[in-house]
């Protein structure tokens, strides 16, 4: 499966919501089900608004930081929804607390 595949399946939350359960990596799972929650959202709608948001507004880094991820991981699948997911997290605590840095991912 390609990249541009895989983050358009993950754009659809029915899509994220069985990827991030078949992972079956729990505090992945409780990370996003915890962002999720401050929104209203599913795990797998908060996942699929990630993947979105990453695509449109991902820095070039951030691009790289993803497929260097992939490389080096045995699962890239679980690598690119670690990076989007613990970016849109990072993000979105970065907006709702000023002066806090961005996180990134050793996936």
């Known amino acids: 499966m390609t990249l541009g595949a895989l983050i358009a ?3 659809n939350e029915s899509d994220a919501s069985a990827t991030i359960e078949a992972l079956g990596d729990l505090v992945l799972y ?4 915890t962002a999720a929650e401050k ?6 709608e908060y996942l699929a608004s990630s993947v979105g948001q990453f695509a449109t ?3 070039d880094e ?3 930081g993803l ?4 490389e080096r991981s ?3 699948g679980k690598a690119v929804i670690c990076r989007i997911s613990r970016w849109a997290i990072a993000r979105d605590q970065a907006q709702e607390e000023p002066g806090t840095a961005a996180c ?3 996936t």
Do not use: K, R, V
């Open 104 to 106: 990134s991912c050793e």
């Open 67 to 70: 497929i260097a991820a992939m």
């Open 57 to 59: 507004e991902a820095a």
């Open 74 to 76: 045995a699962d890239p």
């Open 39 to 44: 929104y209203g959202e599913t795990p797998g």
């Open 30 to 33: 409780t990370e996003i089900a």
């Open 9 to 11: 399946q993950l754009g």
């Open 62 to 64: 951030e691009w790289l």
